[in-house]
């Protein structure tokens, strides 16, 4: 079967750090996605990790242990708008893309 | 960039009618689409894998007389809900597969909310 979780909702205070954590199992791994969806809105790529380690774009980063099954998404100097859903997605065998739950974050002034 | 074109954006239908939704790849070819599901404040839930020039592979639990899926071209898949009632009312979002691997393969059409009254 298949299961990857991350925390429901998160608060952080704006130009704070947030890490949101998803772990996983599912049946085949070729890399973890982090996705960020606003309310009524597509899911827009943040980033991809196939590699065990740290990859930085800018505010974000995102982390892969693959024998933990273990990914994290760090935003650095909130800002308001990075309020939105945060989705974190495994890409199995077979090319399907399968996503959590997703994890509602709000930045507060 | 990658572009999907999802349309329409916002449809209301009523009960007992069917409700066709587009995905089009417009800069790229896409021999794999996918269709996906979400309700109010959850995730995106896997409908369908949609090939090209062959039939969708549906989830488990995912009626394909019910929403039947169209791949005619490399650069666009169609769903329809058929006989749509109050409980197919959700958020429809497709996504496409670049052949050439930009963006590491996945573009999000901008969705379709359905609700059907």
């Known amino acids: 079967g298949q299961n990857i979780d991350q925390p429901t909702e998160m608060t952080a205070t704006e130009g704070a750090i947030v890490q949101i954590n998803c772990t996983y199992q599912?049946?085949?791994?070729?890399?973890l996605f982090w996705y960020q969806q606003h309310a009524g809105e597509a899911p827009t790529f943040l980033s991809y990790?196939?590699?065990?380690g740290l990859e930085e774009k800018g505010r974000f980063s995102s982390f892969l242990s693959r024998s933990k099954g273990y990914s994290y998404l760090l935003l650095k100097e909130l800002q308001m708008k990075d309020s939105a859903s945060y989705l974190c997605a495994v890409l199995e065998y077979g090319n399907k893309l399968v996503f959590g739950a997703g994890t509602i974050l709000r930045v507060k002034s | 960039g990658a572009v999907v074109s999802q349309h329409p954006s916002r449809v209301i239908c009523k009960s007992g009618t069917s409700v066709k939704i587009e995905c089009r790849s417009l800069?790229?070819?896409?021999?794999?689409m996918f269709w996906y599901r979400q309700f109010p404040k959850q995730s995106l839930m896997l409908m369908a894998t949609s090939n090209e020039g062959s039939k969708a592979t549906y989830e488990q639990g995912v009626e394909k007389d019910k929403f039947l899926i169209n791949h005619a071209s490399l650069t666009l898949s169609t769903l329809t809900v058929t006989s749509a009632h109050p409980e197919d009312s959700s958020f429809y979002i497709c996504?496409?597969?670049?052949?050439?691997?930009?963006?590491?393969?996945?573009?999000f059409g901008s969705g379709t909310r359905l609700t059907v009254v």
């Open positions: 990790n196939v590699l065990d």
């Open positions: 800069d790229f070819q896409a021999t794999t």
């Open positions: 599912t049946s085949g791994f070729n890399g």
């Open positions: 996504s496409a597969r670049d052949d050439r691997g930009r963006n590491y393969g996945y573009t």
